[in-house]
């Protein structure tokens, strides 16, 4: 299987080089960072000690069995416009992407792809994870619908919901050390899923190269709920360290902010549940368990506020509110972060 970690920043540079240990792996990335590991490795501290040699690249070459998408949220649109010309009938694209709607965009971008013909004739479409086409249709004059499915697992035209997209969310905590250099800052499960929540032969592979990596996965047939529990659990942990500039662990330790975290992670599960996801387990308590298992991290968008660049507010926190809104939820707390965010953005972006 040939792998692309589009966007290997820091999550994706420590998926890509672990798993390129057993695995024909390439990373593609900023210029920097895929010289300096070019030339020295990727050197992994913390968690995850040791120096990794996965191919590397800057520009799009070559076709892949399995795109592992770890971009920021707002890149996802201008980077389906660059992966499309290599997409085909045979690929498989994981999304590992923090925030809500990415897979709209995803559908959105591939919606009038045209995939090839086989030369028997039959359309070869979008593969579902086992590898087998299948729900295509001919128009009247024999021609073929090439129309991508919905992401939200609807119909469109197939028999069948999203074949060929993955969705996954992880919490392990990465620091961007320098080119070439990570800090695997916390451990913490990883969770695929196909969006219709068939559990098939393909992502069973995908799971157990994962895990025979040593990085712990499993399979969700709910992925959507486990997707809302994850940017909860970011909405509650993210805005506040790049606020207060606090690694997540001592959010645990200061009182209001603790109480803070609790309220921010009741206005997300009541937007949830009125778009129908509703949890088994206390959402808060496991947002205090991933901020004590990634206590020594810096989440993502405190180095990005660190670094002078855009966050994924829009996508955690603003998304709870957008969807808050249409269901007439209020979010008081979660507006509030997305604007002093994007405040700091701004400043920041102003020098």
């Known amino acids: 299987m040939r792998i692309l970690v589009f966007g290997a920043g820091g999550i994706g540079s420590l998926f890509g080089g672990i798993v390129s240990k057993g695995h024909d792996v390439t990373l593609l990335g900023r210029k920097n960072h895929m010289e300096q590991i070019r030339k020295n490795g990727l050197r992994i501290t913390g968690k995850t000690k040791g120096i990794f040699y996965p191919k590397t690249e800057t520009k799009i070459s070559g076709k892949y069995d399995l795109i592992i998408l770890t971009v920021k949220a707002y890149d996802t649109k201008k980077s389906m416009e660059i992966l499309k010309p290599i997409i085909d009938s045979n690929t498989i694209i994981l999304l590992l992407q923090n925030g809500l709607g990415n897979e709209e965009i995803i559908a959105k971008s591939l919606k009038n792809k045209v995939f090839s013909i086989r030369y028997d004739g039959i359309p070869t479409g979008i593969p579902s994870i086992s590898g087998k086409t299948e729900g295509f249709s001919r128009r009247y004059d024999g021609k073929v619908q090439n129309t991508f499915p919905s992401i939200l697992g609807k119909s469109d035209r197939f028999s069948r919901g999203n074949i060929g997209v993955l969705r996954g969310i992880t919490n392990h905590g990465v620091i961007f050390v320098k080119s070439g250099e990570i800090c695997h800052a916390g451990t913490g499960e990883t969770v695929i899923g196909e969006i219709d929540g068939r559990i098939t032969g393909g992502i069973k592979k995908i799971c157990s190269m994962f895990n025979d990596a040593g990085i712990k996965t499993r399979i969700s047939s709910n992925i959507k709920k486990d997707v809302w529990a994850k940017t909860i659990v970011n909405s509650a942990i993210n805005p506040i360290t790049a606020i207060t500039c606090l690694k997540n662990g001592y959010l645990l330790k200061i009182p209001v902010?603790?109480?803070?975290?609790?309220?921010?992670?009741?206005?997300?599960?009541?937007?949830?549940?009125?778009?129908?996801?509703?949890?088994?387990?206390?959402?808060?308590?496991?947002?205090?368990?991933?901020?004590?298992?990634?206590?020594?991290?810096?989440?993502?968008?405190?180095?990005?506020?660190?670094?002078?660049?855009?966050?994924?507010?829009?996508?955690?926190?603003?998304?709870?509110?957008?969807?808050?809104?249409?269901?007439?939820?209020?979010?008081?707390?979660?507006?509030?972060?997305?604007?002093?965010?994007?405040?700091?953005?701004?400043?920041?972006?102003?020098?």
Do not use: W, Y
């Open 257 to 351: 902010l603790k109480r803070l975290m609790r309220q921010i992670c009741l206005e997300g599960v009541k937007v949830a549940n009125r778009e129908g996801i509703f949890f088994d387990f206390d959402v808060f308590e496991e947002t205090k368990k991933i901020a004590k298992l990634t206590s020594e991290n810096r989440s993502s968008m405190l180095q990005d506020i660190e670094s002078g660049k855009k966050t994924e507010i829009d996508f955690i926190n603003g998304a709870i509110a957008k969807i808050g809104k249409r269901h007439r939820v209020k979010t008081p707390l979660n507006s509030m972060l997305t604007v002093l965010v994007k405040g700091m953005e701004k400043r920041l972006s102003a020098g």
